[in-house]
């Protein structure tokens, strides 16, 4: 069965400082693997997304992403944490539905707090 | 701005007492999800439509239902809520399968509370 796992429940980082936030997933196939971004009441952005190609992926605020085969990982990455990036972190794998639809299996997200 | 708006975004209603929340895109996608997500969750997919074709997930209780009038709107009909239904719920659109330039679209959310 599809799965994505975020081991990393919260985190709390300095401001300033590099973020890697992990994730795992399970699925028979290519994966189609995204990470969103959840502010408290609000609905989910999408920072980057992998379809195939280049493993390492370019996202909006800075934040990068690496696809992993052989560890069946892609951790979210950003050199510098600024302080209106804490929120909760979403990854998600894409899943074929049948026809033309799909669906989204996400893991539980990982809550960033940032510290001054 | 093309989006996905979600009316209302706050939504309090009594144990029992059926409640529709509303959700509509300018997208002109064919494809409309609801997600529940309860508090520290991850969102869970209820159901969706392609076009007209409904597509519920095995473990939606019967006591959720949904309705897509016209590929603007959806609707999310909760027949008699519990006190266990109280969560956010996200509506997503996206135009068709997944490549690269496709993706789900959030709303913003309603916050169904039950008292």
């Known amino acids: 069965a599809q799965s994505v796992t975020q081991p990393d429940i919260h985190i709390t980082v300095s401001e300033g400082a590099s973020l890697e936030l992990r994730c795992n997933y399970s699925?028979?196939?290519?994966?189609?693997l995204f990470w969103y971004v959840q502010s408290p009441g609000q609905g989910l952005q999408l920072l980057l997304k992998y379809f195939s190609g280049d493993t390492l992926v370019q996202g909006i605020k800075g934040f990068e992403a690496e696809f992993k085969r052989s560890q069946s990982s892609f951790n979210l990455r950003k050199p510098s944490v600024h302080w209106s990036d804490a929120a909760e972190y979403f990854c998600?794998?894409?899943?074929?539905?049948?026809?033309?639809?799909?669906?989204?299996?996400f893991g539980t997200g990982t809550l960033l707090a940032v510290q001054p | 701005d093309a989006m996905v708006i979600q009316n209302p975004r706050y939504q309090v209603t009594q144990f029992g007492k059926p409640v529709t929340l509303s959700c509509s895109q300018t997208l002109n996608h064919n494809v409309m999800y609801w997600y529940q997500q309860k508090s520290s969750q991850a969102p869970k997919l209820l159901f969706h439509?392609?076009?007209?074709?409904?597509?519920n997930e095995a473990d939606t209780p019967d006591n959720f239902q949904s309705r897509r009038p016209n590929t603007s709107f959806c609707f999310l009909d909760i027949r008699s809520p519990g006190l266990g239904d109280a969560a956010m719920y996200l509506c997503?659109?996206?135009?068709?399968?997944?490549?690269?330039?496709?993706?789900?679209?959030f709303g913003p959310g309603t916050r169904l509370t039950v008292t």
């Open positions: 998600a794998v894409g899943v074929y539905y049948g026809g033309a639809t799909n669906k989204l299996i």
């Open positions: 997503a659109t996206s135009r068709v399968r997944f490549d690269r330039d496709s993706q789900q679209y």
């Open positions: 439509y392609y076009d007209k074709d409904f597509n």
């Open positions: 699925y028979g196939a290519t994966p189609y």
